[in-house]
Each structure stands twice: as C-alpha cells, then as structure tokens.
C-alpha cells in the first residue's frame, strides 16, 4: 500500500522554550542593559501572543540600546520570518549564532528557519552544536528536529541516525519515536513501526496522522480488525480532519 502519511511533519520542538523562559524582571532606574533586557520580554511576550509586528518594535528597541543581545536577534529572526521576510531573519539569526556561538537554543533556532529554506545540508551542524551542548537540557529535542529536517529532505539514511541518537537520549521522546514509525513503514519494516507505534502511544495520544499510519501499518500486516480499530477512533476522535479524507479515499479504493 505505502500510502502517503502525515505523521513526520515540521513541528520542529522547543525552538523558542529558553527565549520564552529567560524573561526577567526590572524595577526602578534602568540601565541600557536592563531596558534592553525588559523590551527583549515585551518583544518575546509578542511573540507568544502571535504579534510579529509589535514584537519587532520592542525588539528593535532592545538593540538600540545593546546591539550585542544575542537573544534579541533570535527573537527578532523569529518575528521577521512570521511575517515572510526570510532576508532580515537570516540577518538577525546569523548575528545571534555569531555573538552567541555557544548558545544551542540560538543554534537550534537557526537550525530550524533554515531547514525550513530547504537547506538540511546547512542546518545539520547547528542541530549538531546544539545537541552536543553539555548545557543543552534537550538534544533529543534537537536530534528529533535533525531527523525531521533530513527526512523531508529525503536524506532518510541520516534522517534515522538522528532519530536514534535522539532516543538514546529519551527513549520515550514522542516526535524521535513518530519519525522512526514512519521511517520503518516507507522501509517496509512494518514489524518495527508497529512497535514505534505502540511505544508511541504509550507516551502521547494518538493524533490524525498516526491514526492513519495505524491503518496502514496494521493492513500491509494483514490485521484488518486491528486496522479497523485504527480507522473508527480516526473517524471518532478527528472528524473533520484531512487524514480522514485520504482514509476514505483509501477505502474506495479497495486498500
């Protein structure tokens, strides 16, 4: 069958996790510093409301007064890529890995906006700074979204490796254990997705996409009640969902 599947996707994890949790707080008089570092939290705190535009302004108020603020230029590379412009955030990301090299948030980040140019053989060494990191409490976050990076990029060789190294990390890190389940089924290896699928619900519900790679895993092993059991929580649980759609389509089709 092999039919496509939406399960590796480009979630990409914990891209902004320190940027959003270094936020701290000023009083009174402020320095250059501390005001550059209390636009920074206003500009982040726009971010997470999704409000590029007014992230931007705090942000470019922030390195105004310390140019040298590492995270501000993450933060506002994020922000410029929200609103299309790749041209300043490739700037402001470049600048951040520069002043900051050893910063595996900012790495990752990077990372990120670039395998999202299609750039996987540029991205790879920042996934690799940062979940080399000593300092970096989640490389698996990082090899996860190394492996996600590869595979869509078609480079499944490498696109495992990351997986793997990732959940030698965290055995139960559910976005490492989702790429190999879909990697093992485009391999055939349908034994070994099952057993990625079932130890990917053992750590986080199922969503849409592997629902649907549930049906398809369980009927190229021919366990059509076990993939019937997949397709009704499909239809129960998502709807209106798009992986609902292609199940149908597969129904029709005799599959």
Known sequence: MNAPTTVLRSVFVLVTVGLLEACGGTSGTLSDAEAAQANLNLGIAYLRQGRPDLAIEN???????????????????????????TSEAERHHRRAVELAPADPIIANSYAVFLCRQNRWRDAEPYFERAANNPSYGTPAAALANAGVCAANAGDLEAAEEHFREALSHDPEF????????????????????????????????????????????????????????????????YPESAELAQLRELERDGQ
């Open 59 to 85: 942000l470019d108020r922030a390195l105004d007064q310390d140019s040298r603020l590492a995270p501000a230029h993450s933060a506002i590379a994020l922000a410029y890529d929200q609103l299309g412009d």
């Open 174 to 237: 559910a976005d490492a254990l989702a790429g190999m389940m879909e990697l093992s089924y485009r391999e055939k290896s349908y034994l070994q997705a099952r057993a990625f699928m079932q130890r990917y619900l053992d750590v986080r519900p199922a969503t849409p996409g592997v629902l649907l790679l549930c049906f398809n895993i369980e009927s190229e092993l021919g366990d059509r009640d076990a993939a019937e059991r997949c397709a009704a929580r499909l239809r129960e649980e």
